[in-house]
């Protein structure tokens, strides 16, 4: 099966790539430049496309991704710092991203002859994201069902959409993905904060998993506390 990874450069879509490259047939990745603070992301979903020997494009939709405003992710709104699954990542949440992202990916993969598309969507986003919930993995299917009636059968891989985070980490590491060359902090500084949602959650992530983290944390620490206040 010939299949499109959608890849940000972050864990979880690099992880995807890696089993991709081991099950089907990787035609190669694409990625979106939308404004995000943290771009610096796409170079590692370069690095990701290199290593497989699979082609790479970057779409540029930062015009668009200016008309989706009042994000943390491409406004100047702060990063909020905490538990992934707080109300406060809500600030997070880019209008449509994933609906928008996986329509250009299908249109690609229709015009290239391409049989599926994949996303590394998980179930740890269910509660921030809407657009990554099994509801609408399934009803995005059926609408390019429809769309691409006739025309072309492209199917959409989410293999992730029922998993937590951890299970990524041990999906990847059964296929050899370099972690540490993953970008996961929203806030796109040098190092990883370690202190924002998804930096949290990546820490989290590898703790259950059992997987040792090699990612550099500017604040490797904060992740426990963020769990205990969450639980509390």
Same mark, same amino acid.
Request: glycine fraction near 10%; charged fraction near 20%; aromatic fraction near 8%.
């Given at each position: 099966?010939?299949?499109?990874?959608?890849?940000?450069?972050?864990?979880? $879509?690099?992880?995807?790539?890696?089993?991709?490259?081991?099950?089907?047939?990787?035609?190669?990745?694409? $990625?979106?430049?939308?404004?995000?603070?943290?771009?610096?992301?796409? %170079?590692?979903?370069?690095?990701?496309?290199?290593?497989? %020997?699979?082609?790479?494009?970057?779409?540029?939709?930062? =015009?668009?991704?200016?008309?989706?405003?009042? +994000?943390?992710?491409?406004?100047?709104?702060?990063? #909020? =710092?905490?538990?992934?699954?707080?109300?406060?990542?809500? +600030?997070?949440?880019?209008?449509?991203?994933?609906?928008?992202?996986?329509?250009?990916?299908?249109?690609?993969? $229709?015009?290239?002859?391409?049989?599926?598309?994949?996303?590394?969507?998980?179930?740890?986003?269910?509660?921030?994201? #809407?657009?990554?919930?099994?509801?609408?993995?399934?009803?995005?299917?059926?609408?390019?069902?429809?769309?691409?009636?006739?025309?072309?059968?492209?199917?959409?891989?989410? #293999?992730?959409?029922?998993?937590?985070?951890?299970?990524?980490?041990?999906?990847?590491?059964?296929?050899?993905?370099?972690?540490?060359?993953?970008?996961?902090?929203?806030?796109?500084?040098?190092?990883?904060?370690?202190?924002?949602?998804?930096?949290?959650?990546?820490?989290?992530?590898?703790?259950?998993?059992?997987?040792?983290?090699?990612?550099?944390?500017?604040?490797?620490?904060?992740?426990?506390?963020?769990?205990?206040?969450? $639980?509390?």
């Amino acid at each position: 099966m010939k299949t499109v990874v959608v890849c940000s450069g972050g864990l979880d $879509s690099v992880a995807l790539a890696h089993r991709i490259a081991a099950e089907n047939e990787l035609a190669g990745l694409v $990625s979106f430049d939308y404004g995000q603070r943290h771009r610096k992301e796409l %170079g590692f979903a370069a690095l990701c496309a290199e290593r497989l %020997g699979a082609p790479h494009q970057i779409v540029d939709i930062g =015009d668009i991704g200016r008309s989706l405003s009042g +994000s943390a992710l491409t406004d100047d709104v702060a990063v #909020p =710092d905490g538990h992934y699954a707080e109300e406060t990542m809500r +600030s997070t949440v880019v209008p449509n991203r994933n609906a928008i992202m996986l329509a250009i990916t299908f249109g690609i993969a $229709s015009a290239r002859g391409l049989d599926a598309v994949a996303t590394a969507v998980h179930g740890g986003d269910h509660f921030i994201y #809407p657009d990554c919930r099994p509801g609408f993995i399934n009803a995005f299917q059926k609408m390019q069902d429809h769309a691409l009636d006739g025309y072309s059968e492209i199917t959409l891989l989410a #293999p992730y959409v029922h998993q937590p985070k951890s299970a990524i980490v041990l999906d990847g590491a059964r296929h050899g993905t370099p972690f540490a060359l993953t970008w996961s902090c929203y806030k796109g500084g040098e190092r990883h904060c370690g202190r924002c949602g998804t930096c949290v959650e990546r820490r989290e992530a590898f703790h259950l998993a059992g997987v040792p983290d090699e990612t550099d944390y500017a604040d490797p620490d904060f992740w426990r506390a963020a769990i205990d206040a969450r $639980s509390a």
